[in-house]
């Protein structure tokens, strides 16, 4: 089965930047999307980025716009998510996800197990 592993969490201050990565068991086909989600305490899952495999086709969520990036080395199966300029409000479990959606946000059929991200304020 396919497997996503994400890393680079971590505690940081605000104002501070973290690069997640999310390594994939396998090579995409080139319509799959991998996308980046979020989930704090209390609150539902929620879109961040996503990038097609193959082209591209870059998409944020308005509160990711400007701060964070999204990017891919299709030789390392591996996404990316470099997040500057971080708030108290971006904390939560980040996870990768992959698949053929249906929308922005949703019908992705793999998750990784997630990777915490703390901004202190």
């Known amino acids: 089965q396919v497997q996503l592993v994400e890393s680079g969490g971590g505690l940081v201050q605000a104002g501070g930047s973290l690069r997640l990565s999310c390594a994939a068991s396998?090579?995409?086909?080139?319509?799959?999307?991998l996308g980046w989600f979020r989930q704090a305490p209390g609150k539902e899952r929620e879109f961040v980025a996503r990038?097609?495999?193959?082209?591209?086709?870059?998409y944020y969520a308005d509160s990711a716009k400007d701060r964070f990036t999204i990017s891919r080395d299709n030789t390392k199966n591996t996404v990316y998510l470099q997040m500057n300029s971080l708030k108290p409000e971006d904390t939560a479990v980040y996870y990768c996800?992959?698949?053929?959606?249906?929308?922005?946000?949703?019908?992705?059929?793999?998750w990784g197990q997630g990777t915490q991200v703390t901004v202190s304020s």
């Open positions: 396998v090579s995409f086909v080139s319509n799959y999307y």
């Open positions: 990038i097609r495999w193959i082209g591209d086709n870059e």
């Open positions: 996800a992959a698949g053929l959606p249906t929308s922005t946000d949703t019908g992705y059929r793999y």
